[in-house]
T-cell receptor, first 112, second 115 residues
Framework: GENVEQHPSTLSVQEGDSAVIKCTYS??????FPWYKQELGKRPQLIIDIRSNVGEKKDQRIAVTLNKTAKHFSLHITETQPEDSAVYFCAASIGGSYIPTFGRGTSLIVHP | GAGVSQSPSNKVTEKGKDVELRCDPI?????LYWYRQSLGQGLEFLIY????????KSGLPSDRFSAERTGGSVSTLTIQRTQQEDSAVYLC?????????????FGPGTRLTVL
């Protein structure tokens, strides 16, 4: 089955810096890669996703890049703010297999 | 509209007791997932329901765990003879379809503590 590795497990940055979280996947058939943000004590929520037919997607201060050849994808957050502090999960799924595989999460701490 | 809801929000039980956790998905969502999140860990898949099809139970950790979904809507996760290692947050999520390539909407979770 699919295996998703996520790094780093913890990331500490100063407000205004950029943050990058990386994930690798094992199954080349995976074609959907969502990112979820989970603030402390709250439910995970989708913040951005990318499908395998594109290499990059942006939404304001966040962007996701996908390298299908290397089987890795990354979340980029620019101009970080304290409210970006949360646990971020990446996931990979194969269309039709219906069960996404999640990474173990990255705890992002943005210091004001 | 209303999101995914779960009840109870917190459950404390004694080892060996049975517990039932409830999930109300978003109306019209055909796919429903249960996950377990242990402290500092990722999302561990437990079981998946899609419409009236037989559920995918491949993630259930033991036969003490079971789940049902009545009328294609509300789902109940039952843990029998609870053990301390069952302590975790149990999250339910629903999606518009079961292709695995649609956004999952998560509930607030049930925090289970087994003493």
């Amino acid at each position: 089955g699919e295996n998703v590795e996520q790094h780093p497990s913890t990331l500490s940055v100063q407000e205004g810096d950029s943050a990058v979280i990386k994930c690798t996947y094992s199954d080349s058939a995976s074609n959907y890669f969502p990112w979820y943000k989970q603030e402390l004590g709250k439910r995970p929520q989708l913040i951005i996703d990318i499908r395998s037919n594109v290499g990059e997607k942006k939404d304001q201060r966040i962007a996701v890049t996908l390298n299908k050849t290397a089987k890795h994808f990354s979340l980029h957050i620019t101009e970080t703010q304290p409210e970006d502090s949360a646990v971020y999960f990446c996931a990979a799924s194969i269309g039709g297999s219906y069960i996404p595989t999640f990474g173990r999460g990255t705890s992002l701490i943005v210091h004001p | 509209g209303a999101g995914v809801s779960q009840s109870p929000s917190n459950k404390v039980t004694e080892k060996g007791k049975d517990v039932e956790l409830r999930c109300d998905p978003i109306s019209g969502h055909t796919a429903l997932y249960w996950y377990r999140q242990s402290l500092g860990q990722g999302l561990e898949f437990l079981i998946y329901f899609q419409g009236n099809s037989a559920p995918d139970k491949s993630g259930l950790p033991s036969d003490r765990f079971s789940a049902e979904r009545t009328g294609g809507s509300v789902s109940t996760l039952t843990i029998q003879r609870t053990q301390q290692e069952d302590s975790a947050v149990y999250l339910c999520a629903s999606s518009t379809s079961g292709t695995g390539t649609n956004e999952q909407f998560f509930g607030p979770g049930t925090r289970l503590t087994v003493l």
